[in-house]
């Protein structure tokens, strides 16, 4: 029993470490982002940026687990404004799945569907051999890093400041996916599975409040009303989301125990 134990650490550790794309100088390539945003590779890394890929899939657990640290390290850097540019490419999903990926796991950066964005191909021809793959490009087209493991922001920001990434301020409303600081969603466990969902700082604005499970399965999809939303709830953990016009402006994550 011992034995296998052990191989199956060695197992898991192997599959971590082949973690990669199977490429040395990055191919050139066009897409479009799930806004509708093109983005070409060669004119970011011509203009003398740093490129950040997040290599992903929907349903991947590690994927969500790192989006929102990746996206912590796209912030840190200046959310796109700087000189380092971060892209999300998906692999399978399509726009709507993307989108709702987004929302649940904190991925503010520009994110590429695989199916409708072009992601599946630049996938290929990357030759990602597994998800979370995220790498970091240099000016001259040669990858510095193919696999940046774990993906935390701690460690994305490291190479990216070897590299010669300069940190910067956000810019709030840019226009991508950043939200906006105002509105607030407090979680609140009254008794039990029960939940109360409050959200506040609400503005002129037509929002929706969805509630998805960590599956991905929506549980709540309505307009928010000032004096909160009670849930019953099973036990696991859940997103809250506050969006209004198309942009998410407030997320909470919470466990129900």
């Not at 890093?145 to 490291?158: L, Q």
């Not at 969603?185 to 599975?193: A, I, M, S």
Request: hydrophobic fraction near 40%; include cysteine.
């Amino acid at each position: 029993m011992r034995l296998l134990f052990h191989l199956f650490v060695f197992l898991i550790a192997a599959v971590s470490l082949s973690a990669q794309v199977a490429v040395e100088t990055a191919p050139d390539f066009t897409v479009k982002d799930v806004d509708g945003n093109q983005h070409h590779l060669y004119d970011y890394l011509d203009n003398g940026k740093l490129v950040v890929i997040d290599f992903f899939t929907t349903n991947c657990g590690p994927c969500q687990t790192y989006a929102s640290e990746v996206s912590a390290s796209y912030e840190y850097f200046g959310c796109n404004h700087g000189d380092v540019i971060y892209l999300g490419i998906n692999w399978g999903s399509d726009n709507d799945l993307v989108r709702q990926f987004d929302s649940i796991w904190g991925a503010y950066y520009p994110s590429v569907s695989g199916l409708q964005g072009g992601g599946n191909a630049v996938v290929d021809l990357y030759q990602v051999q597994s998800y979370p793959t995220v790498i970091l490009i240099a000016p001259d087209r040669s990858i510095l890093n193919n696999h940046i493991w774990p993906p935390e922001a701690v460690n994305i920001n490291a190479e990216v400041l070897a590299a010669g990434g300069i940190p910067m301020s956000c810019t709030v409303n840019a226009g991508l996916h950043q939200p906006e600081t105002e509105e607030r969603l407090q979680v609140f466990h009254p008794d039990g599975g029960a939940v109360h969902i409050v959200p506040s700082g609400l503005q002129g604005k037509v929002y929706r409040l969805t509630v998805h499970g960590a599956d991905g399965r929506l549980v709540f999809d309505g307009s928010p009303a000032a004096s909160g939303h009670s849930l019953r709830l099973a036990g696991g953990i859940y997103v809250a989301a506050l969006t209004a016009e198309g942009r998410r402006s407030a997320v909470s994550k919470f466990i129900v125990p």
